[in-house]
């Protein structure tokens, strides 16, 4: 993922800019790290948070749930790499 921007609403506002890349083979991880991102950028500015406005991105738990990446956090070992 490729994050020079990020929006944390619908709409084209833009929140936060970050010059950070992220690279992964798993797809539903990403997408769990993505969401954390814009859960952060969302505080940070004091919306609520997607679950709490019926936004809860539910499909990366069900892709977790059949196999298809990693949906729990928890078990997302995220490394950064200084270039």
Known sequence: MDA???LARPGD???GETSAEF???DGVAM???GWAAVEQL????????????GRDPAYLR???DIGLGVADKNRIRLR????
């Open 4 to 6: 020079p921007a990020a």
């Open 13 to 15: 506002s833009i929140f």
């Open 23 to 25: 690279a992964s083979t």
């Open 31 to 33: 997408d769990v790290i």
């Open 42 to 53: 969302r505080k940070d500015h004091g919306l609520p948070t997607l679950t709490a406005v």
């Open 62 to 64: 069900a892709a977790g």
């Open 80 to 83: 950064e790499v200084k270039l």
